[in-house]
């Protein structure tokens, strides 16, 4: 069983910049792969990015740029930094894990077993 809390949402400016946080109670991440996913109101959750244990990361194409995953095994917690917020980023934004497996790229909610309550972002223009 792998516990994600995330935090570091708040209300930004637009323009502004977020780190969001998503740690790991109890246990380490190593051999886990960690994904951001986000749900703006009214719309379905989508994915943002993915990293490997070993570091890797990948990105959905409309998160290119200004999205930046990055985890810290030795504490546990992955991190996504965003950039030049807009106000279409105002969302919940939540991380998961799953085990990692070799050559695959969890991009999809269905593949990740393990989910954060969520944090939210809210972006003022």
């Known amino acids: 069983q792998v516990q994600l809390v995330e935090s570091g949402g708040g209300l930004v400016q637009a323009g502004g910049s977020l780190r969001l946080s998503c740690a790991a109670s109890?246990?380490?991440?190593?051999?886990?792969?960690m994904g951001w996913f986000r749900q703006a109101p009214g719309k379905e959750r989508e994915f943002v990015a993915t990293?490997?244990?070993?570091?890797?990361?990948a990105y959905a194409d409309s998160m290119k740029g200004r999205f930046t995953i990055s985890r810290d095994n030795a504490k546990s917690t992955v991190y996504l930094q965003i950039d030049t917020l807009k106000p279409e980023d105002t969302a919940v934004y939540y991380c998961?894990?799953?085990?990692?497996?070799?050559?695959?790229?969890?991009?999809?909610?269905?593949?990740?077993?393990?989910w954060g309550q969520g944090t939210q972002v809210t972006v003022s223009s």
């Open positions: 990293i490997s244990w070993s570091g890797d990361p």
């Open positions: 998961a894990a799953d085990r990692w497996v070799p050559g695959l790229s969890r991009t999809g909610m269905k593949e990740y077993a393990y």
């Open positions: 109890g246990r380490t991440l190593i051999g886990y792969t």
